[in-house]
């Protein structure tokens, strides 16, 4: 089945610094959505993003279906940006979403 | 207004008890989806339903078994409680099972087997 690999596993930044997420899947996929966990467990949908480019505010995302990867870039970043991120897609003629491990995203002040 | 709920957030028990889980769309949404997430945060589906007919069955275990009574709900019935069963469990739902459509999540039930 697809695997699919996501970088960094840990992120540890400063209030204010930028960063990029990688997701890289090992087959093509429907589409892709990008995740982000909160310390509280929820799961927050961030970009509905099968390819092309999307902002909103001062998280945007990038996806090149072609190579197969996803980026998700956090700029400016604030302590409520903490968290796990995840990236995830399903293989074509399927619904069922194929979930990368997570990058832990820790902001501190 | 909550788009996907799910009752109850926290649920602890012993082993060998049956429970259940439920879960209820407002988004009018045809497809419903279970996923498990592990003590390692891994996310996998377990189940979905379209229009309230069994689509995916991930060679979960036959303790857990799914109900869609209408497409706006999904519950989930689980028996004979094993500790490897803790974990947090995620409601799901999406326009249809075609795949190209966005999933929405509920806020999770975690799941603690004594």
């Known amino acids: 089945g697809i695997q699919v690999e996501q970088s960094p596993p840990d992120l540890i930044l400063q209030e204010g610094a930028n960063s990029t997420l990688r997701c890289n899947f090992s087959d093509s996929v429907n589409n892709l959505q990008w995740f982000h966990q909160n310390p509280w467990g929820q799961l927050i949908n961030l970009f509905y993003i099968p390819s092309g480019t999307k902002q909103n505010g001062r998280l945007s995302a990038t996806t090149v279906a072609t190579e197969r990867y996803s980026l998700l870039y956090i700029s400016s970043s604030q302590t409520t940006d903490s968290g796990v991120y995840f990236c995830?897609?399903?293989?074509?003629?399927?619904?069922?979403?194929?979930f990368g491990t997570g990058t832990r995203l820790q902001v501190f002040p | 207004d909550t788009a996907v709920s799910q009752t109850p957030k926290y649920l602890v028990t012993q082993m060998g008890n049956d429970k259940s889980i439920k879960c209820e769309q407002n988004?009018?949404?045809?497809?419903m989806y279970w996923y498990k997430q592990d003590s390692k945060k891994f996310l996998k589906i377990m189940f979905s339903y379209n229009n309230k007919e069994l689509i995916i069955n991930e060679t979960v275990p036959n303790r857990f078994s799914p109900k869609s009574p209408d497409k706006a709900h999904l519950n989930l019935h689980i028996n004979s409680l094993e500790l490897g069963d803790s974990a947090v469990y995620f409601c799901?739902?999406?326009?249809?099972?075609?795949?190209?459509?966005?999933?929405?999540f509920g806020p999770g039930t975690r799941l603690t087997v004594l």
């Open positions: 799901a739902s999406s326009q249809d099972a075609s795949g190209v459509n966005e999933q929405f």
């Open positions: 988004l009018g949404h045809d497809t």
């Open positions: 995830a897609g399903p293989p074509y003629n399927t619904d069922k979403l194929i």
